[in-house]
T-cell receptor, first 114, second 116 residues
């Protein structure tokens, strides 16, 4: 257990529905990251926050995806109008800024869109 | 031996053997590299890192080697144990850390299978 928690662990939804995932980072970490991982691939960066500011977004993050970190603590990732191609593991990680770089990953949320 | 599975290259070793997992990275400007271990149903777990001003770094039972000339990274695991069975990913930072960006780019993983 790295100290990063994600909920839910599994989500099955029908195409066209909206889903929201939550990430609770390690409390003293002010950087928070979202990644997507499909079977057999490494995680792909989606977005990251420093405190409540969203500082970078990947081109993978289509306009159906939105992430928030309103108080600089937990974060949510929402996918609207889900598509079958959204089926993946969604990973959250957190870290301290600066030279101590290590990102601690949560266990992920497995999304299946039917 | 090493084989290419449906999704991941796989390295199969016997318990007690030394394992070497290789990674070719893409960006010559990357200056920080990390190896992660991912067990089934879990997120990636940090193993060891290395900065581009080094060519070797050792941890407990693990060694990372960096060859910047050919953009190659390797992870050596000594006395491999069944608990080492997992998928291993290398990751690089494509921007200088001083820029403030922290975006990790992961390589394709290698599955390590350790037989007792």
């Amino acid at each position: 257990d790295t100290g990063v928690s994600q909920n839910p662990r599994h989500k099955i939804t029908k195409r066209g529905q909206n889903v929201t995932f939550r990430c609770d980072p390690i409390s003293e970490h002010n950087r928070l990251y979202w990644y997507r991982q499909t079977l057999g691939q490494g995680p792909e960066f989606l977005t990251y926050f420093q405190n409540e500011a969203q500082l970078e977004k990947s081109r993978l993050l289509s306009d159906r995806f939105s992430a928030e970190r309103p108080k600089g603590s937990f974060s949510t990732l929402e996918i609207q109008r889900t598509e079958q191609g959204d089926s993946a593991m969604y990973l959250c990680a957190s870290s301290l800024p600066g030279p101590d770089y290590e990102q601690y990953f949560g266990p992920g949320t497995r999304l299946t869109v039917t | 031996g090493e084989s290419v599975g449906l999704h991941l290259p796989t390295l199969s070793v016997q318990e007690g053997d030394n394992s070497i997992i290789n990674c070719a990275y893409s960006n010559s400007a990357s200056d920080y590299f990390i190896w992660y271990k991912q067990e089934s149903g879990k997120g990636p777990q940090f193993i060891i890192d290395i900065r581009s001003n080094m060519d070797k770094r050792q941890g407990q039972r693990v060694t990372v080697l960096l060859n910047k000339t050919v953009k190659h990274l390797s992870l050596q695991i000594a006395a491999t144990q069944p608990g080492d069975s997992a998928v291993y990913f290398c990751a690089e930072i494509p921007h200088a850390m001083n820029s403030g960006y922290s975006t990790l780019t992961f390589g394709k993983g290698t599955m390590l299978l350790v037989s007792p």
